[in-house]
């Protein structure tokens, strides 16, 4: 319960920083340079999905078991690892932009020019706060959140102030709250860079999260395109502005999503040392799903029975018309702690091929969905889209879990396994 409310209050004030930054762009935008920014952002979660894939979600796993007696080093070998795809990952946002410069879309183009600039250093913290989840320290992970927040508002503030508030200038203070944050998260964690030179830990570990990330990149790539595929395609219908309102919608939401993420977070290590013991195991799974789902459920209700006000308190009167929709949206993150429990049982299992499996089907059947209903009614067909979507996400994985579970209880009982063997071998006979 402890390590669980620092988690919580970690992601909260991380998250609580970027949801009152999204609310002030809603409100002091037009919603054409809103629907830019989260036609923008979208892509960018796109590079921070693979970065997750490739080093935080693999970090978790090998931090807490594998590489635990050597941590710091490991931490440092990341770093490296951090470096070449930040580099990487620039490149590709500012291909896309100058991909929308010549398509004739100037707003499209700074913003992707801006996030190339600070996307090392928005990732970058990504990868110091989960380090500290490795050796079970969530405090330590919340006042990092603590310190970006007071960083992160009065260089907002500040902006405000001298009235250079822009999406531009909103990502570059969020760019150097990041890099104080993590050098600050770095020395507590004592992160060691080890030598490239016959460096058998680096070798290693990469090698390891290429065996594991191979499949987490399938997985994220499956997973973005269902939630984040309606900010691209929303504007063909609807344009920049219809996206702009979804995206307004979807931040109303955000506090519930992030808190089932903190604890999330939390759970997979959790479940890598539980999962020695396939009883503990399992029941660890189900206890887990009752308060995250319990959770989301009363967070719907609350914002369902205040959509009005809600909306009103937060955008001062835009996007009023749309307010009637909480009712249908808030219900994402009851299903979102339940998929989101399921995945990380299979990913402390250490199989990411398995959710693959679960995250393709997902894809195939949101992509479908997403493009029929936004077709159908714009952004009401965006908001049932993503939560009908999220529901069959939920039952793929949690039938794919089962699946698992049920081999591997097959493979450890002998007993099992001879009648299997004998029913083989009587098949055969016939």
């Given at each position: 319960?402890?390590?669980?409310?620092?988690?919580?209050?970690?992601?909260?004030?991380?998250?609580?920083?970027?949801?009152?930054?999204?609310?002030?762009?809603?409100?002091?935008?037009?919603?054409?340079?809103?629907?830019?920014?989260?036609?923008?952002?979208?892509?960018?979660?796109?590079?921070?999905?693979?970065?997750?894939?490739?080093?935080?979600?693999?970090?978790?796993?090998?931090g807490s078991g594998r590489y635990?007696?050597?941590?710091?080093?490991?931490?440092?070998?990341?770093?490296?690892?951090?470096?070449?795809?930040?580099?990487?990952?620039?490149?590709?946002?500012?291909?896309a932009a100058l991909g929308f410069?010549?398509?004739?879309?100037?707003?499209?183009?700074?913003?992707?020019?801006?996030?190339?600039?600070?996307?090392?250093?928005?990732?970058?913290?990504?990868?110091?706060?989960?380090?500290?989840?490795?050796?079970?320290?969530?405090?330590?992970?919340?006042?990092?959140?603590?310190?970006?927040?007071?960083?992160?508002?009065?260089?907002?503030?500040?902006?405000?102030?001298?009235?250079?508030?822009?999406?531009?200038?909103?990502?570059?203070?969020?760019?150097?709250?990041?890099?104080?944050?993590?050098?600050?998260?770095?020395?507590?964690?004592?992160?060691?860079?080890?030598?490239?030179?016959?460096?058998?830990?680096?070798?290693?570990?990469?090698?390891?999260?290429?065996?594991?990330?191979?499949?987490?990149?399938?997985?994220?790539?499956?997973?973005?395109?269902?939630?984040?595929?309606?900010?691209?395609?929303?504007?063909?219908?609807?344009?920049?502005?219809?996206?702009?309102?979804?995206?307004?919608?979807?931040?109303?939401?955000?506090?519930?999503?992030?808190?089932?993420?903190?604890?999330?977070?939390?759970?997979?290590?959790?479940?890598?040392?539980?999962?020695?013991?396939?009883?503990?195991?399992?029941?660890?799974?189900?206890?887990?799903?009752?308060?995250?789902?319990?959770?989301?459920?009363?967070?719907?209700?609350?914002?369902?029975?205040?959509?009005?006000?809600?909306?009103?308190?937060?955008?001062?009167?835009?996007?009023?018309?749309?307010?009637?929709?909480?009712?249908?949206?808030?219900?994402?993150?009851?299903?979102?702690?339940?998929?989101?429990?399921?995945?990380?049982?299979?990913?402390?299992?250490?199989?990411?091929?398995?959710?693959?499996?679960?995250?393709?089907?997902?894809?195939?059947?949101?992509?479908?969905?997403?493009?029929?209903?936004?077709?159908?009614?714009?952004?009401?067909?965006?908001?049932?889209?993503?939560?009908?979507?999220?529901?069959?996400?939920?039952?793929?994985?949690?039938?794919?879990?089962?699946?698992?579970?049920?081999?591997?209880?097959?493979?450890?009982?002998?007993?099992?396994?001879?009648?299997?063997?004998?029913?083989?071998k009587e098949s055969e006979g016939?």
């Open positions: 319960m402890t390590k669980g409310f620092w988690a919580v209050m970690d992601q909260g004030l991380l998250a609580g920083s970027n949801f009152v930054l999204n609310i002030l762009l809603a409100r002091w935008l037009t919603p054409y340079e809103y629907g830019a920014f989260s036609l923008a952002f979208a892509i960018f979660l796109f590079v921070g999905a693979l970065h997750q894939a490739t080093l935080l979600e693999p970090m978790l796993v090998f635990k007696e050597r941590l710091p080093e490991y931490l440092g070998t990341l770093v490296y690892g951090h470096l070449g795809f930040a580099i990487l990952g620039s490149l590709a946002l500012v291909a410069a010549l398509w004739g879309s100037s707003s499209l183009s700074a913003v992707l020019l801006s996030l190339a600039l600070a996307e090392p250093f928005i990732l970058l913290l990504w990868l110091m706060r989960r380090a500290c989840y490795t050796r079970f320290e969530p405090r330590l992970a919340a006042s990092g959140g603590a310190l970006y927040m007071v960083l992160m508002l009065a260089g907002a503030y500040a902006l405000y102030r001298f009235e250079w508030l822009s999406t531009s200038t909103a990502l570059g203070v969020m760019a150097i709250s990041s890099l104080a944050v993590s050098l600050w998260l770095a020395a507590h964690l004592r992160v060691k860079l080890p030598s490239l030179r016959g460096g058998g830990l680096t070798r290693e570990s990469l090698r390891s999260h290429w065996e594991y990330g191979r499949w987490s990149v399938a997985n994220r790539g499956m997973y973005w395109f269902p939630n984040n595929g309606y900010y691209l395609l929303l504007p063909v219908w609807g344009g920049l502005e219809a996206g702009g309102a979804f995206k307004a919608l979807m931040n109303l939401i955000m506090p519930m999503q992030q808190t089932v993420t903190s604890l999330i977070v939390l759970l997979l290590p959790f479940l890598v040392r539980a999962r020695e013991q396939p009883k503990k195991f399992d029941s660890s799974v189900r206890l887990s799903l009752v308060p995250l789902v319990l959770a989301a459920a009363l967070y719907w209700l609350f914002i369902g029975v205040f959509h009005d006000q809600v909306v009103s308190l937060a955008y001062g009167g835009r996007y009023a018309e749309y307010a009637d929709l909480l009712w249908i949206l808030g219900l994402l993150p009851v299903a979102l702690a339940a998929n989101e429990v399921f995945a990380q049982a299979l990913r402390a299992l250490e199989r990411p091929d398995a959710l693959f499996r679960a995250y393709t089907l997902y894809a195939v059947i949101g992509g479908i969905l997403a493009v029929g209903f936004m077709y159908a009614w714009g952004v009401v067909g965006a908001v049932v889209g993503i939560l009908v979507s999220r529901v069959v996400a939920t039952a793929l994985t949690a039938t794919v879990l089962s699946l698992v579970r049920r081999r591997q209880s097959s493979a450890d009982d002998p007993g099992l396994l001879a009648q299997g063997e004998l029913a083989r016939r």
